[in-house]
């Protein structure tokens, strides 16, 4: 059950990260009417709130058995009911539900547009604040207890701009490399200089709020005990990944992002395209191996609880 949970939980936190952060790069990384023109968010949002529906629903069932102690207790509706409804967790998880239903039906009925990439934005964001209270950051308790949730909540929405642009920029690298044209190669240039600012501030509150999130999860007597605990080892190898992902983006925005403006301009982009690729499908890579270690992360106790 609890190799499930883990699983379902990776599968909602990515969804929500993309349902989040992919259409807000369409917002800050593309401009005019090139927010509407690629053919590739509109089903890739689809699925992502798809994918983030039926998640919910599986997180939902698996909380309910595991509150009861019964895998039978997944299938009783009164059961389902009390804890949807009465359990910060089950409300939780029915908002994280309707705000994917939602986003759902935007991406049938709604054409692509700016608007309809706020309106999504708006509800990945929701859907993925609503880890935090599922997660240590809602277990805290005493005087610092909102500091913590107000941390883990913009750690959450600052690791989705991360895995949503990285998503998006995969795809637009993917597309650009088959049939690379003057118009998606400036595109592509464009959206990864969009995404270059918003990237440092991403960066610094990430570390941040995963500072303070360690204070309470760790402190500072748990430090010598990290790696001693099944928890702190997956921080450890967390923290691996994340200064990995560190220097592959700083490679492509020192270094495969000038080579691409350069190729620009002798009209031959195709190196510089498939390098940059690279890059990203292994930052990419990357993020979705911490996602993985945060999913299992959340139902392991804190080295702060040994």
């Not at 992502?48 to 058995?65: E, F, R």
């Not at 007597?221 to 990944?241: D, F, H, I, N, Q």
């Not at 690279?278 to 911490?290: K, Y």
Request: glycine share 10%.
């Amino acid at each position: 059950m609890d190799a499930a949970v883990a699983v379902v939980r990776f599968l909602q936190f990515a969804a929500a990260s993309v349902l989040f952060g992919a259409p807000l790069f369409l917002l800050y990384g593309l401009k005019g009417p090139d927010r509407a023109a690629p053919a590739w968010p509109r089903p890739l949002l689809a699925i992502a709130s798809l994918g983030l529906t039926l998640g919910a629903v599986a997180a939902l069932l698996a909380q309910t058995a595991m509150t009861v102690g019964d895998p039978a207790a997944a299938m009783d509706s009164e059961m389902l009911g009390t804890v949807m409804l009465e359990t910060p967790f089950g409300l939780a998880i029915a908002a994280r539900g309707l705000a994917a239903a939602a986003a759902l039906a935007l991406c049938l009925l709604w054409r692509p547009s700016p608007g309809l990439w706020l309106a999504l934005t708006g509800l990945g964001g929701a859907a993925l604040a609503s880890f935090a209270w599922t997660g240590h950051g809602a277990a805290t308790e005493g005087p610092g207890a909102p500091l913590h949730l107000a941390a883990d909540i913009l750690h959450l929405l600052a690791a989705g701009v991360w895995i949503g642009a990285l998503t998006a920029l995969a795809l637009m690298l993917r597309a650009a490399s088959r049939a690379p044209s003057p118009a998606s190669v400036r595109t592509l240039h464009a959206a990864l200089a969009g995404f270059s600012g918003i990237g440092s501030a991403v960066v610094a509150t990430l570390v941040l709020t995963g500072l303070v999130n360690s204070w309470f999860l760790v402190g500072f007597e748990g430090v010598g005990r990290m790696a001693t605990s099944p928890y702190g080892l997956l921080l450890l190898a967390k923290l691996g990944l994340f200064a990995a992902m560190l220097a592959l983006a700083a490679a492509n925005r020192f270094a495969h992002t000038p080579r691409l403006a350069a190729a620009m301009a002798d009209e031959a982009p195709g190196a510089a395209l498939r390098a940059l690729r690279r890059s990203v499908l292994l930052e990419t890579a990357l993020a979705a191996a911490v996602v993985a270690l945060v999913a299992v992360l959340g139902s392991l106790a804190p080295v702060s609880a040994g």
